[in-house]
C-alpha cells in the first residue's frame, strides 16, 4: 500500500512529534517531513513531493495566511490542513479562500485528525459542521457582518495584534515589517472600523471573542 507523504510544520518541537506519532499509527500515512518555520516550509515544498501538509497558522516569520498563498502558488494541487488554537471562525474562511483544504483546531481529537488528512489527501475538503452552518450563514444572511471583516489579511492579523496589547515593534518583528508601516496598518484598522485608540481595538477584541 503506498503511504501519503505528510509534512508537518510547527515552531513546537513536541506538538510536531505529537502529530507524527498519530499519523504514523495510521497504515496509509506517514510523515516524511517536519518544518519549524514557515521559510523551511516553503523550500520543503520546492524541492520535495507531498501528498499534503499539516501546518499551524503562527510561526516564525512567513507565516497564516501569507505563507498559504506562497505555498499555493508554488503547488496550486497541494493540500493544506490549518492545525491550529484560534478559533475557526475567525481565520478559517479566509484561509480557506486563499487555498487551504482544511482547517482543524486543536483541541479536536486524533481521529478527527487523521479523518481530516485522509479527506484531503484524496482530493476532498474538511472543515468542521460549525464551521460549515456559519458559512452558510453568513452567505445567506442579510445580517450586518462584524467590523472586522472589512479588513484585509494583513489589515486583520496586525488588528488581534493591537487588540492583545502588543507593542508595534513586537507586531513588526512578527509579520517582519517595518514599525512604521505597523503604524500605517493602525491607521488603515482604526478608520475602516471607525474606532478612535488601541483601547477601542482590546474592547472590541474581547467582545468578538479575537483575542483571549
Known sequence: MRKFRILVADDHEIVRKG????????????????????????????????????????????HGLELVKQVHALRPRLPILILTIEPEG??????????????????????ELV????????GGRYVSSGLVEQIAFNLDSDVDRPLHEQ??????????????????????ASLC?????????????LSKMSLKTNADLVKYGIREGLVS
Open 19 to 62: 502529530i507524527a506519532l498519530i499519523l504514523n499509527e495510521t497504515p496509509d500515512m506517514e510523515v516524511c517531513g517536519e518544518a519549524a518555520t514557515g521559510m523551511e516550509v516553503v523550500e520543503s515544498v520546492q524541492h520535495q513531493e507531498w501528498d499534503a501538509v499539516v501546518m499551524d497558522l503562527r510561526m516564525p516569520g512567513l
Open 90 to 111: 475567525i481565520y478559517a474562511r479566509r484561509l480557506l479562500h486563499a487555498g487551504a483544504a482544511g482547517y482543524l483546531t486543536k483541541d479536536s481529537l486524533c481521529t
Open 115 to 122: 479523518q481530516a488528512v485522509r479527506k484531503i489527501c484524496t
Open 151 to 172: 479588513l484585509s489579511d494583513r489589515e486583520l492579523e496586525v488588528m488581534r495584534m493591537l487588540a492583545a496589547g502588543m507593542m508595534p515593534s513586537a507586531i513588526a
Open 177 to 189: 515589517i517595518s514599525v512604521k508601516t505597523v503604524s500605517t496598518y493602525r491607521a488603515r484598522i
